[in-house]
């Protein structure tokens, strides 16, 4: 339950309620939907199916319908997976989902942010894409515009999130798949055998375990909108519609633009085309369209900003919760007149900027890399882990609390939901564990440890944030003006 | 202005250690791969010394700056098993740790990119996701090769 003596003073502004179906869903779209997934998992040809149907229903069916019944049952509370878990195991439960969350994002903001910068390279010169001061002024402006969105607040930020994943990453989805339709319908070679069932079953053995953990958490962030309840015109209603159709386009754009990239490019041709961007150009080239890969880089970067700024917001909003509740010192407790947390918004940029400096201008990071990518795994498993417990225990401790969503089956429903969610998640974070990379003996107990380590520094900040927290906390957080 | 007490300056501070520590650390720790000059045929012979047979080759340069010249192997093992193997040169240490920076940019989702990159002087060596399984026998044999030239 949560702890009642710790509860909110109410914030002086109630955030204006902008969001409806459509806004939610596309905030989920944002976070999950990404062109940079198709090519990489291309490379497994009809196999491709099999993955995406394990991340599927251990992980985005179980999620889709936990963040469906949580985020109704929990609609008058601000956080998302902080309220979500809070309320199942108090506030060490949420505090550390949320910060969770939030710090693996700290790891992935440099790699996403590399990422939109050398797709713009792209369509400028691909030349730029080594230059290291050309890549971190694009990724700082990047970081700290998509800040500045988020500084003003759900009417622009969500109005800047559904154009965006329009035109950033459903636009060329579809676009990707018209074309894959239209390579098979012109009788040109489709380069992956004739399909039979037994080719979308994936090679399951320890080489690809590793693999697993990847394939669970590429639906990760269909938590997202959850972070926005407050804004949500009708939350009871409009969250599952937003559930159910952004997991549908999701799973649909995903699943069909790999094939349509399986279809026209050898299996060699996209392990030698690593990135997104040669793969694309070579899909484009190979349609006779050369002139459309330029363009399609600009989407595709637009789709890098939308995804950075759905996760830079969410998670920040959610942080911002916990300042606001008491549980974080007054100085991270301020929120601006559109209601956004500033300084949570501020710390995370400035933390941000930091990681990326050592990023670019550290000589090789290929082993660290490996390392804190692993963290970046093992931190959302931990929150995952969280929300489906939450989902579990909170049937027994809140049996009769309304839930104008309620996944169906009763107990032994929610456990089966639950319980695949659970253990697709538990499964990943053992198997995040196994390196991948080309390491020693002496190197792969180094990188065992040092993800534990790791991942246990990044996780524990709540438990010694609420040892230190004072009654007064709660009732000096100002508002700017 | 709030007065900043002395359990905020903790937070601040622990905020500050726990994030950028290990950050740190990490990456100053892990020291990067010498760049130098490899043979052209460094997979062919890591692979044949590994008991592995090229049974395909073709040239194949990768469209990022400083890269100039790679190959892509199909390989067989003892049994009869194929996988597929790129290599990929690079003129500096800048062009080639960019090109591992892309790589690593390429993430599925928030986990990692597929495929495994292995540095050895101035090649990138990535084998396919569905070859791993042959990582453990022909990268004694890179490694071999890493520690064997010096820069």
Known sequence: MSDETAAPKKAVLTPPK??????????NVAAVLSIRNFPSMAMFGWQCIGWYIIGTVLFLIPLSLAGAELATMLSDKGGGVYAWCKEAFGEKGGFIAIFCEWSNNLVWFPTVLAFIASTLAF??????GSNSIYLFSVMMIAFWGTTAIAYFGENVSSKFQNYGVILGSIIPSILIIGLGVWWALSGATIVLPPFSLSQI???????????FATVILLFAGMEMAGFHALETRNPSTDYPKA???????????TVLATLAIAFVIPADELSLAAGVMQAIE??????????????MAVLITIGGVVSLAAWLIGPAKGLGVVAEEGNLPPIFNRTNKYGSPVMVLFIQALIGTFVSLLYVFLPSVNQAYWILSAMTVELLCIVYLLVFASLIKLRYSRPDAPRPFKIPGGIPGIWLIGGMGAFGVIFAFIVGLMPTGAFTAKETLFYVIGVLLGTFILAVPPLIFLKLKKPSWIETGNKEG | MTEIDKETWAVILILLLVILVPFGALMFLTNPEPYHATSANLLREAAGSAGLKVVRDFNATLRVAGATGGHSYTVEDKNGNFFTIFTQSFDSAE????AIKAHNAQSVGKGRPIGELIVVGDQ????????????????????????????
């Not at chain 1, 006779?288 to 363009?295: K, S, T």
């Open chain 1, 18 to 27: 902008v969001l409806g179906i459509f806004a939610l869903a596309m905030i």
């Open chain 1, 123 to 128: 369509a400028l010169s691909p030349a730029l």
């Open chain 1, 201 to 211: 079953v994936p090679t399951l053995d320890l080489s690809t375990l590793p693999f």
């Open chain 1, 243 to 253: 559930m159910a159709i952004s997991a549908v386009i999701i799973f649909a754009c």
């Open chain 1, 282 to 295: 070579y899909f484009f080239n190979a349609l006779g369209i050369p002139g459309a890969v330029a363009p």
């Open chain 2, 95 to 98: 062009s080639r740790d960019a």
């Open chain 2, 124 to 151: 990138l060596i990535y084998i396919h996701p569905t070859s791993e399984t042959i990582r453990g026998t022909i990268l004694p044999e890179l490694n071999k090769k890493k520690s064997g030239i010096k820069p």
